[in-house]
């Protein structure tokens, strides 16, 4: 199985900041990640899939890169709406799809 | 806009099976291209995918609960649902119902239900 190794579990930061996320696979899985916002109480909802690819409607502030297996989530200016937690999730290894452990995005 | 929403009994008891509903509104279950899934996130934790199915039937499990997973669709009513056969506690869990489009080179799970807490409990 492939194993998504999220990082950081959590992370605080300050309205402006700019804040990465990684996500690393255990083994390459070319393109196939998805990133996903889920703030508290809710249901998750996808913000990019194909490691780069903004859903529409979507801010841009939002962003998503791939470095061989290495993945990077980007919000490029931290606003108050943006706090929640992040989930990648991979689909190269199917049909089993899994998630990150998960970042905890805090202001 | 379409919309998902899971109903079901909130409490089982260790041993039985867990059952439920996901009610698909503003669009067709039987849209080609599109799964519809389940996925669980136990309390405080994160999110494990259980299982996938075809408006035609075909579906897809997580290895680690295929013994115990049925996935099935009701065309007629809009609907598919969720049976977990011989819970613990560890199955207790928010679930959500979510579409599920499988594509190349896009696969992915949006819109979700808002959720549902199953607790297993005696």
């Known amino acids: 199985d492939i194993q998504m190794t999220q990082s950081p579990s959590s992370l605080s930061a300050s309205v402006g900041d700019r804040v990465t996320i990684s996500c690393q696979a255990s083994q390459d899985i070319t393109n196939y990640l998805n990133w996903y916002q889920q703030k508290p109480g809710k249901a998750p909802k996808l913000l990019i899939y194909g490691a780069s690819n903004l859903v529409t409607g979507v801010p841009s502030r939002f962003s998503g890169s791939r470095s061989g297996t290495d993945f990077t989530f980007t919000i490029s200016s931290l606003q108050p709406e943006d706090i929640a937690t992040y989930y990648c999730q991979q689909y190269d290894d199917l049909p089993l799809y899994t998630f990150g452990q998960g970042t905890k995005l805090e202001i | 806009q379409l919309q998902l929403q899971e109903s079901g009994p909130g409490l089982v008891k260790p041993s039985e099976t867990l059952s439920l509903m996901c009610t698909v509104s503003g669009g067709s279950i039987s849209s080609n291209s599109y799964f519809w899934g389940w996925i669980r996130q136990p309390p405080g934790k994160g999110l494990e995918w259980i299982g996938s199915?075809?408006?035609?039937?075909?579906?897809y499990y997580n290895p680690s609960l295929k013994s115990r997973v049925t996935i099935s669709v009701d065309t007629s009513k809009n609907q598919f649902s969720l049976k977990l056969s011989s819970v613990t506690a560890a199955d207790t869990a928010v679930y959500y119902c979510a579409r599920h489009f499988v594509g190349v080179p896009e696969n992915w799970f949006d819109p979700w239900g808002q959720g549902t807490l199953v607790t297993v409990s005696s």
């Open positions: 199915i075809y408006y035609a039937g075909r579906t």
